[in-house]
């Protein structure tokens, strides 16, 4: 049978929060180039969907949140002697660059081992919750891969040595040393897991959808920057001279929920 993007992800928005699911579970939801595309294609509709305020992305079943490239692919394209070429030569930008350069806040809820690819696709996103059975692994340099994206993101959210170190050596990163260093939000059984991401989600998603916005991109924007350059960029929508800004203050003073516009 051949597979459609509505086949290996879906894609359901509930409560301001649109869950995209990889759907691969016989290939612990390895990236098919479909799949790739199919990430791509939603992200770019929830980032313009005024109904979403938040995208989480996890994965089918309790064997992997995304074991990365499916490597079987890989092997077809070699069969047929078909060039690889890295992320940098490609005429399209990165699912992990769409995933950056988004405007809405965005969540990996990890509910199994997140390797290569998959490890660097939960790297990409804003927060990170994760099982309690689950782990990191970046095992490219046991492939004879580069794991471009991680050796440059890696670097920015843990010390230095650790990132290359995990680079380096290729092994499995157990939650309790992910979490030591940073790396996640929050942690749960397999049973709380998507508890304890929506709870989490349900706290961001109260915040004011502009503020967030432009939270994210000043962020990504402005990271590693010098101080003075950065805090002179604007990125992102103007959260001050919005309508909200003055609903909030007013929420605050009249001690009530505000009630956002996004405008």
Same mark, same amino acid.
């Given at each position: 049978?051949?597979?459609?993007?509505?086949?290996?992800?879906?894609?359901?928005?509930?409560?301001?929060?649109?869950?995209?699911?990889?759907?691969?579970?016989?290939?612990?939801?390895?990236?098919?180039? *479909?799949?790739?595309?199919? *990430?791509?294609?939603?992200?770019?509709?929830?980032?313009?969907?005024?109904?979403?305020?938040?995208?989480?992305?996890?994965? &089918?079943?309790?064997?992997?949140?995304?074991?990365?490239?499916?490597?079987?692919?890989?092997?077809?394209?070699?069969?047929?002697?078909?060039?690889?070429?890295?992320?940098?030569?490609?005429?399209?930008?990165?699912?992990?660059?769409?995933?950056?350069?988004?405007?809405?806040? =965005?969540?990996?809820?990890?509910?199994?081992?997140?390797?290569?690819?998959?490890?660097?696709? /939960?790297?990409?996103?804003?927060?990170?919750?994760?099982?309690?059975?689950?782990?990191?692994?970046?095992?490219?340099?046991?492939?004879?891969?580069? /794991?471009?994206?991680?050796?440059?993101?890696?670097?920015?959210?843990?010390?230095?040595?650790?990132?290359?170190?995990?680079?380096?050596?290729?092994?499995?990163?157990?939650?309790?040393?992910?979490?030591?260093?940073?790396?996640?939000?929050?942690?749960? =059984?397999?049973?709380? *897991?998507?508890?304890?991401?929506?709870?989490?989600?349900?706290?961001?998603?109260?915040? /004011?959808?502009?503020?967030?916005?432009?939270?994210?991109?000043?962020?990504?924007? &402005? @990271?590693?920057?010098?101080?003075?350059?950065?805090?002179?960029?604007? /990125?992102?929508?103007?959260? @001050?001279?919005?309508?909200?800004?003055?609903?909030?203050?007013?929420?605050?003073?009249?001690?009530?929920?505000?009630?956002?516009?996004?405008?």
């Amino acid at each position: 049978m051949v597979e459609t993007q509505e086949d290996v992800l879906k894609i359901s928005v509930e409560n301001s929060i649109c869950l995209l699911t990889l759907n691969r579970p016989e290939r612990r939801n390895a990236l098919s180039n *479909l799949m790739v595309q199919a *990430l791509i294609d939603a992200i770019l509709a929830a980032d313009k969907n005024p109904d979403v305020l938040l995208v989480a992305i996890t994965g &089918t079943g309790d064997k992997a949140f995304c074991a990365g490239a499916d490597l079987k692919d890989a092997r077809e394209n070699d069969d047929r002697g078909e060039a690889f070429g890295g992320p940098l030569h490609s005429p399209l930008r990165a699912m992990t660059e769409v995933l950056i350069d988004s405007r809405k806040p =965005s969540m990996a809820i990890i509910n199994g081992p997140a390797v290569a690819g998959g490890c660097e696709l /939960a790297l990409a996103c804003d927060l990170r919750v994760m099982a309690e059975n689950a782990h990191f692994a970046l095992p490219e340099a046991k492939r004879g891969m580069g /794991a471009h994206f991680a050796s440059v993101i890696l670097p920015q959210l843990v010390p230095q040595a650790i990132a290359m170190e995990w680079l380096y050596t290729g092994r499995k990163i157990p939650v309790e040393e992910a979490e030591r260093w940073g790396l996640l939000n929050r942690v749960a =059984s397999a049973e709380q *897991l998507m508890n304890t991401a929506m709870e989490l989600a349900g706290e961001v998603i109260t915040s /004011a959808p502009l503020s967030l916005q432009r939270m994210k991109q000043t962020y990504r924007k &402005t @990271y590693g920057m010098p101080l003075h350059a950065g805090i002179r960029l604007e /990125a992102g929508p103007d959260p @001050y001279s919005s309508e909200d800004r003055k609903e909030g203050a007013r929420a605050f003073l009249e001690k009530r929920a505000p009630v956002w516009k996004g405008r």
